[in-house]
T-cell receptor, first 114, second 114 residues
Framework: KNQVEQSPQSLIILEGKNCTLQCNYTVSPFSNLRWYKQDTGRGPVSLTIMTFSENTKSNGRYTATLDADTKQSSLHITASQLSDSASYICVVSLLDWGYSTLTFGKGTMLLVSP | DTGVSQNPRHKITKRGQNVTFRCDPISEHNRLYWYRQTLGQGPEFLTYFQNEAQLEKSRLLSDRFSAERPKGSFSTLEIQRTEQGDSAMYLC????????????FGQGTRLTVV
């Protein structure tokens, strides 16, 4: 069964600190991996998208890494800000018969505390 | 084009009533997805369209649910005889069929069944 597992389920950090969120997946055949940020009550917003040939991608203070061999990805947030408080969702795209479908993790809820 | 638009943003309905939600995707996107998200969970796939064709439906989509995309542009999701368990955020996303294309989400429709 194609699955995406994220850890930790929730995380509290102090403003200014760094943190790393994890994503493990079993989706195959794999097309790409995406990280989304979702504020409470809002739709998800894309942070990064990586194909199997990419190891890392940055978007400002967000850096995503991908190890397609071990099927693991991480999202590193540097110098956290209060506005980073949100749910971070890992999404893996399955390539199936020429159509790609998205498999979502349950997300990591991040709270940045002043 | 300002992105994916969903209407209404909030809907409160009595159990047993029918409700219909609308999604207007980004105009050049030919693929449209519907997801359901409950509190603390990642989005769960319901169905998706490529142009006007409904290519896949999740088993979560019971016979009370129906989705259409008659002209390959906007889509509607109808829930008949609503139940309290239908209370959730319903998200729409659009993308292009090209592999690794970004998927953009709407702000969602929050359904509360009382």
């Amino acid at each position: 069964k194609n699955q995406v597992e994220q850890s930790p389920q929730s995380l509290i950090i102090l403003e200014g600190k760094n943190c790393t969120l994890q994503c493990n997946y079993t989706v195959s055949p794999f097309s790409n991996l995406r990280w989304y940020k979702q504020d409470t009550g809002r739709g998800p917003v894309s942070l990064t998208i990586m194909t199997f040939s990419e190891n890392t991608k940055s978007n400002g203070r967000y850096t995503a890494t991908l190890d397609a061999d071990t099927k693991q990805s991480s999202l590193h947030i540097t110098a956290s800000q209060l506005s980073d408080s949100a749910s971070y969702i890992c999404v893996v795209s399955l390539l199936d018969w020429g159509y790609s479908t998205l498999t979502f993790g349950k997300g990591t809820m991040l709270l940045v505390s002043p | 084009d300002t992105g994916v638009s969903q209407n209404p943003r909030h809907k409160i309905t009595k159990r047993g009533q029918n409700v219909t939600f609308r999604c207007d995707p980004i105009s050049e996107h030919n693929r449209l997805y519907w997801y359901r998200q409950t509190l603390g969970q990642g989005p769960e796939f319901l169905t998706y369209f490529q142009n006007e064709a409904q290519l896949e439906k999740s088993r979560l989509l019971s016979d009370r649910f129906s989705a259409e995309r008659p002209k390959g542009s906007f889509s509607t999701l109808e829930i008949q005889r609503t139940e309290q368990g239908d209370s959730a955020m319903y998200l729409c996303a659009s993308t292009h069929e090209w592999e690794n294309t970004e998927a953009f989400f709407g702000q969602g429709t929050r359904l509360t069944v009382v």
